[in-house]
């Protein structure tokens, strides 16, 4: 057991090294930017497989959120995301996204990342969506997509496919 310490100490420091060399523009932020959804982002709500039902989706999505770096440990580098402020269109009617939550980016071998916001939509209860650890997020600072859900996009659900980038860029 003692001779895999220095293996995975090892990997630590050349993943915080490779942190730490990142050119300028891909070091964490510090000043909180703020990202705009882009055409493509969408919500969804109903059922996914393997359930039959109807799904509802739409891509009138629009609005702000901000991200702002928070820590590095030696995987991963954190963000905070605060000051969610969607609107989506269902039946005609302007519904208001509001919440905050974490994004994390970084993994051993591959480039993985993860976003968990606790959402309220409406007047509804607010509910934590998660996507799970995935890989993506090459295309970051300047923009993050990934599709968060509260099921795991599994039976009946609701989805938000994020597709953001740097407000005015």
Same mark, same amino acid.
């Given at each position: 057991?003692?001779?895999?310490? #220095? $293996? ?9 090294? %490779? *942190?730490?060399?990142?050119? =300028?523009?891909?070091?964490? !932020? ?23 039902? #109807? $799904? ?9 959120? %901000? *991200?702002?770096?928070?820590? =590095?440990?030696?995987?991963? !580098? ?40 606790e959402l309220t939509i409406g007047d509804e209860p ?44």
């Amino acid at each position: 057991m003692m001779g895999r310490k #220095p $293996v995975v100490l090892g990997v630590l420091v050349y993943a915080l090294a %490779a *942190l730490l060399s990142l050119p =300028a523009e891909a070091q964490p !932020a510090l000043n909180g930017p703020l990202y705009r959804l882009e055409p493509g982002s969408t919500f969804s709500r109903g059922c996914f497989p393997p359930c039959l039902c #109807p $799904v509802f989706s739409t891509d009138e999505i629009q609005g702000t959120y %901000a *991200l702002t770096f928070d820590h =590095a440990d030696p995987l991963f !580098a954190h963000y905070v995301v605060d000051e969610v402020n969607w609107i989506v269109t269902m039946g005609g009617e302007e519904v208001q996204i509001t919440g905050s939550g974490t994004y994390r980016l970084g993994g051993e071998f591959a480039l993985l990342h993860q976003m968990v916001l606790e959402l309220t939509i409406g007047d509804e209860p607010p509910q934590t969506f998660d996507n799970g650890l995935i890989s993506g997020g090459a295309e970051f600072p300047a923009m993050i997509n990934i599709a968060i859900s509260i099921n795991g996009m599994f039976c009946f659900d609701t989805v938000i496919d994020i597709r953001s980038s740097l407000a005015g860029e």
